[in-house]
C-alpha cells in the first residue's frame, strides 16, 4: 500500500468519524474513535464490541485538544502497529488469543497471499468493513449504558453501508455475544424480526443479507403477517 492510499483511506474515515461521532455528552469525550471507511466494493461486515486500549488512556488523559486534533495519527499508527502485523504472519489454529487473531484467523483465505504488511491493510481493508458496537474504547467505562449510546447510531449507518455497497454485501461477522443482547431492544431488530415472519410465510426462506441491509424507511414498511 503506497502512503498516498493510506492517507486516502485515513482521510475516508476521519470524514466518517465526524458524522458518526456527534453525540452529546459521549462516554469518553476525549478519546478518539476507531473508525474505518465504507467501501463500495467491500463485501464483509465485521462487528466487535468495542476498541480495546485505543488509544492508550494515559495518552488520552495527556491531551488538551479534541479528538478530531489526534485522530489521523491514532488511525495510521493503529493500522500499521497493532493491526498490519496480523494480516501478513501466519496464525496458529488455536483459539485466538485477541481479536487481531480472530481476524487473522477468520479471513485467512482473504489475507493468504499477501506477503507485506501494506498488501493485507489493503487487501482486509477493501473488503471487510470493521465497525463496532461502541466506537470509542471501554476500558474504565460502564459498558451497558456507553454501547445503548452507540447503537442510536447504527440504523444511521446501515443505511450508510447501504448506500456505498448496495448488494456488494455477502458475509457478517458478530464477534461479540453482547450485540445480540443489546441490539436485540432496539426496533430495528423488531422489524428484522418481522421480516423473517413474512418472508417464511410467503416464499418459506431464511432471510439473505440483502434483505436485511435495507434503508429503515423501506423496512418500516413490512408489517408481520
Not at 62 to 83: A, G, M, P
Not at 143 to 156: D, H, M, V
Request: net charge positive; with cysteine.
Amino acid at each position: 500500500m503506497l502512503k498516498s492510499e493510506l492517507d486516502e483511506l485515513i482521510e475516508k474515515s476521519f470524514e466518517q468519524a465526524k458524522e458518526t461521532c456527534v453525540c452529546e455528552k459521549c462516554y469518553k469525550e476525549k478519546a478518539t474513535p476507531l473508525i474505518f471507511p465504507i467501501l463500495e466494493q467491500q463485501k464483509a461486515i465485521l462487528i466487535s464490541e468495542a476498541p480495546y486500549n485505543f488509544p492508550p488512556p494515559e495518552i488520552v488523559e495527556r491531551r488538551k485538544f479534541h479528538w478530531t486534533k489526534y485522530f489521523k495519527q491514532d488511525l495510521e499508527c493503529f493500522i500499521y502497529c497493532e493491526l498490519g502485523p496480523y494480516l501478513t504472519s501466519p496464525r496458529s489454529q488455536g483459539i485466538p488469543e485477541n481479536i487481531f487473531d480472530f481476524i487473522s484467523l477468520i479471513f485467512h483465505p482473504l489475507i493468504k497471499e499477501c506477503k507485506t504488511k501494506e498488501h493485507g491493510i489493503k487487501t482486509f481493508l477493501n473488503n471487510v468493513y470493521w465497525t463496532h458496537m461502541a466506537k470509542k474504547s471501554l476500558k474504565g467505562i460502564s459498558k451497558n449504558g456507553a454501547i445503548s449510546k452507540c447503537l442510536e447510531k447504527f440504523p444511521q449507518e446501515f443505511n450508510c453501508i447501504y448506500e456505498k455497497c448496495g448488494n456488494n454485501i455477502k458475509l457478517f461477522i458478530i464477534c461479540t455475544s453482547y450485540f445480540y443482547n443489546k441490539f436485540t431492544k432496539y426496533p430495528k431488530w423488531e422489524l428484522i424480526t418481522n421480516q423473517q415472519f413474512v418472508i417464511l410465510e410467503t416464499e418459506d426462506r431464511l432471510l439473505k443479507i440483502d434483505d436485511i441491509l435495507v434503508p429503515s424507511k423501506s423496512t418500516a414498511k413490512l408489517t408481520p403477517p
